[in-house]
């Protein structure tokens, strides 16, 4: 589970940097409103303590700290891993599949993310769900 926070944490982030009139910097938040990390309008993504973790491109490629590529997000909602095999996918209502297409979570209107038993893990206002999901289910900035 702690696993999957973190995951979810990244996905977060990754939403923020593609947010339409991004602050130059935006917070990403736990269930608990403990703040996990930040995006920066040029894509760069830190963690809680400002540390570089992962870039985003513009084309929806996700990198790691060190640029490596780990991730692509397609922009029918499916999420590919550095490789292009599709690991999720990001439905119009929020609910979230994994590769398989079972449901890994949720990402509600309000921004609110919850796991598949509807607990909140954490919080995305004002940011596109695949951005989210990406964050919080599917990349791990380590």
């Known amino acids: 589970m702690k696993a999957l926070r973190f ?34 309008s040029d894509g760069t993504i830190q963690d809680g303590s400002y540390r570089i973790i992962g ?14 590529i780990i991730g692509h997000i397609k922009s029918d909602g499916t999420i ?19 590769g398989s297409y ?12 919850q796991d598949s038993s509807y607990r909140t893990i954490g919080h995305a206002r004002d940011i596109p769900q695949k951005w989210v999901a990406v964050f919080f289910f599917f990349n791990n900035f380590k």
């Open 55 to 68: 870039h985003i491109k513009s084309d929806g490629t996700v990198q790691d700290g060190s640029y490596r």
């Open 102 to 113: 079972r449901i890994v979570g949720h990402i509600k209107s309000d921004g609110t993310v």
């Open 80 to 98: 590919q891993d550095g490789s292009y095999r599709t690991v999720g996918h990001v439905k119009s209502d929020g609910t979230i599949q994994d």
């Open 7 to 40: 995951i979810l944490a990244s996905i977060i982030t990754l939403v923020i940097a593609f947010s339409p009139g991004s602050a130059s910097a935006a917070t990403v938040q736990d269930g608990s409103y403990r703040i996990v990390g930040h995006i920066k």
